[in-house]
């Protein structure tokens, strides 16, 4: 038998004994050196079969091995930064701002801005400063 009860207060689970964050309806706090444990989300093979989701709610899809958050009207890939195709920071010399991509820039002003010394582009057709595509 299941039943179902209400709890209106805050929740910490720890094995220190310390109480929740303020901030917090649920702190769940691990110890960093001595059997450290992870939280596992729910997990799903596909999780647009979930019906009404609630906004702000956070699946695993096992199937495509990636974390998705419902934002009230869509899910989103929570890996890709979201449904704008926005680049994650890879490392600490590439970064994107407003849709743009720096490399050695974390303020970039065009869509591919690149500062250093040069760059080379490897590709099958071979790309020279004398193409007029670059200017």
């Excluded at 706090?29 to 019906?51: W, Y």
């Excluded at 002003?109 to 200017?135: A, V, W, Y």
């Amino acid at each position: 038998m299941f039943t179902l009860f209400q709890i209106k207060a805050q929740m910490g689970i720890n094995k220190d004994g310390t109480a929740p964050h303020q901030s917090a309806m649920l702190d769940i706090k691990a110890s960093a050196t001595t059997n450290a444990k992870g939280f596992l989300m729910p997990r799903v093979t596909d999780h647009t079969v979930i019906t009404s989701p609630a906004t702000g709610l956070i699946v695993f899809n096992t199937t495509t091995n990636t974390f998705w958050y419902y934002n009230g009207t869509t899910w989103t890939d929570m890996g890709n930064g979201g449904t704008n195709g926005a680049w994650l920071q890879n490392g600490t010399n590439v970064y994107t701002n407003n849709n743009n991509v720096g490399i050695n820039t974390a303020t970039p002003q065009t869509t591919l801005d690149i500062k250093g010394d040069g760059f080379l582009i490897s590709q099958k057709t071979k790309l020279t400063t004398e193409d007029p595509n670059l200017h």
